[in-house]
């Protein structure tokens, strides 16, 4: 699973990671929450990479309103090519989804203490996204994403079943290019857990009003209770996708 994770890296750093022709507009987050739109990095008509905005919670374009959105935040890799609220994006309309970092809740005696996952080497690295573009009946627009997961790796699986897959830099293109119908299933895997790492942070990543570098700084694992505002985000293991799809709207993109 996939919740909540944070971005922060220079945009100038961040078009380098990514290819981007120029920095993209965007602030650092450290608390990002379904629901809200997050910086996703997408294939331009003319084939280059653009970074765009999206609504974190992806709304099947034959879906009759956006609220269906708020139970698409994931999409389990297993299942992601068969489901009917993402066969489609899966084979048209993939993009990566940029990131420092993402918060697990790691149970323990006291609770769930809330953990800042990310790379050993501390660089940005990409999401697994998928992408869709909704029509309402009054001809308004939304473009939604979500975040493709899979079986947690070995460094993970104390914490949750479950991950965010995570494409390599060298399988950035690949994964990108929907145009040539390439196999890309092989890129479904769990991340390297040698190349990762995670450290506790403060309970007040559990609330979504605190948005602020103190977020990611490590603390002393300890009460996972104390002083925390709100119980930590509820896990959800559902094999979502599973909606009866009517016929196609007209294409979008």
């Known amino acids: 699973m ?7 890296t220079h ?9 981007l022709d120029f920095p993209p507009a965007i602030r650092p987050r450290y608390n990002i929450a379904p629901t809200q739109d997050i910086p996703v990095i997408r294939l331009a008509r003319s084939g280059a990479r653009e970074l765009a905005q999206m609504r974190w919670g992806l709304v099947p374009r034959w879906a009759k309103d956006p609220s269906i959105g708020a139970r698409m935040i994931n999409a389990r890799a297993e ?6 609220s993402f066969r489609i994006a899966f084979q048209r309309h993939r993009c990566l989804i940029p990131a420092d970092g993402f918060y697990e809740w790691k149970p323990g005696p006291a ?5 800042r996952v990310g790379m050993k080497d501390e660089r940005p690295f990409a999401f697994a996204g998928l992408t869709e573009r909704w029509l309402s009946p009054g001809g308004e627009v939304l473009d939604s994403c979500t975040i493709v997961t899979t079986t947690a790796n070995a460094l993970l699986a104390t914490m ?4 965010p897959v995570i494409v390599a830099p060298s399988d950035y293109a690949r994964w990108l290019d929907v145009a040539s119908d390439a196999d890309v299933t092989d890129l479904l895997a769990p991340y390297p857990a040698d190349a990762m790492t995670w450290y506790p942070v403060s309970t007040r990543v559990n609330s979504v009003r605190h948005d602020d570098a103190a977020l990611i ?5 300890a009460d996972a209770t104390a002083n925390a505002d709100e119980p930590p985000p509820a896990a959800d293991d559902k094999d979502i996708g599973d909606e009866e799809m009517p016929p196609e709207q007209t294409e979008l993109f």
Do not use: S
């Open 160 to 163: 949750h079943d479950r991950m």
């Open 79 to 84: 299942t992601v090519a068969e489901k009917p």
């Open 111 to 115: 609770g769930k203490q809330p953990i």
């Open 2 to 8: 996939c919740g909540r994770y944070e971005l922060h």
């Open 217 to 221: 700084e490590q603390v002393a694992e």
């Open 11 to 19: 945009p100038a750093a961040l078009a380098l990671a990514f290819g």
